[in-house]
């Protein structure tokens, strides 16, 4: 690893914004990429408030210790697996949810993210960064809509959220990025910058993604109380830029990138306010995004401006459908939720014979 390796700021804002948040005792909220950084402060912290966490996570030893970590202070925690590089692993997942959590998910919070990597395909054959930042949650959202729906109707809502960045500004959506076209995506050599145009264009999936759904849920699903949200960062001490240079981005470009993010950067729990904001503050509106304000500028979650963009977020919708497989996106998980009931009362009427 080339770039300086900057101490973690002290956090700024988070105490103050941990005081002002309500009780979160009866909410179940799921995380992906909670191992460390921002998903691993939320799981944390809305444990602490009474949440049930569900930790969404590659098997892994981090996954391990930070689920003991939560358990240590008494958390209710719990991992399912779920390893957003395979598709097949997200299906599993949220098969898993179904059974585990038929009461439902009160937020499903896609927080997890890769930064950076070469131009690579996954098993499934899209770019490894849109695949794990963007088409998985896409999938898994769909896949646990039934479970948003649920507890929207115990509880009145549930949400959304969603984990976009600064990054996300530049060109405008491109299908190709959504497309079976992992390994040819810019490559990796001089200047270096297709990767960073491919980690924009799956931060703008995020961003993009949040608003869709907003509509497909207002004209398809109205009424059903769940809302879709997003958040950033903004510059956070994380360890996120350690695993982009461990990973190769070594070049002076990337090297640059990482160095003045860091120099910028604050507190990983400060990084982790807009998360929380969207995920617990009791006033949020669908459709709403929150982060730093200004560019690059960390500091409290604000609630920022709509960057609309009609032929994006239709573009989004359609290839993430097409590369995920579904024919519709709520009904996906409407039919697997039926699945588990089903087979859940065959195996009951069995266990009663
Ligand atoms: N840090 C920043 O400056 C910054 C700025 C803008 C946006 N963000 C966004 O913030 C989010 C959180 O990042 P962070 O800064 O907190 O970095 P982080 O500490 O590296 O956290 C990333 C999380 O994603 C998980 N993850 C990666 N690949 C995965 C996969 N295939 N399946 C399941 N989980 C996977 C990691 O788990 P493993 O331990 O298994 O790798 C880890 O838990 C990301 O979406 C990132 O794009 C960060």
Known sequence: MFIPSYPPPEPRHYAAFVESMPSLEGRTIAITGCTSGTGLVMARTCGREGARIVMLNRPSQR?????????????????????????????????????????????????????????????????????????SHFLLTALVWPLLAAAAAAHGEARVVNHSSGARRGAPLSADYLAAKGGELGGDGFPGFGKWRRYQQSKLANLLFTYALHDHIAAERPGSGVKSLCAHPGPTNSGLQAKTSDAGGTRVLDQLILWRTLRVAHAVEDGALGLLRAACDPEVESGAFYGPEGRGQPGPAMLLPAERDAEGERLLWDASLAATGLSAFFEAGEQLCRAVVDSQRATDKVAQL
């Open 63 to 135: 996954a391990q210790r930070a689920l003991e970590e939560l358990k240590g202070e008494g958390i209710d925690a719990a991992l399912v697996a779920c390893d957003l590089q395979r598709f097949a692993s997200v299906h599993e997942a949220a098969e898993l949810l179904a059974q585990r959590y038929p009461e439902g998910l009160d937020v499903l919070c896609n927080n997890a993210g890769v930064m950076g990597l070469p131009d690579r395909a996954t098993g499934d054959g899209y770019d490894v960064q849109m695949q794990t930042n963007h088409l």
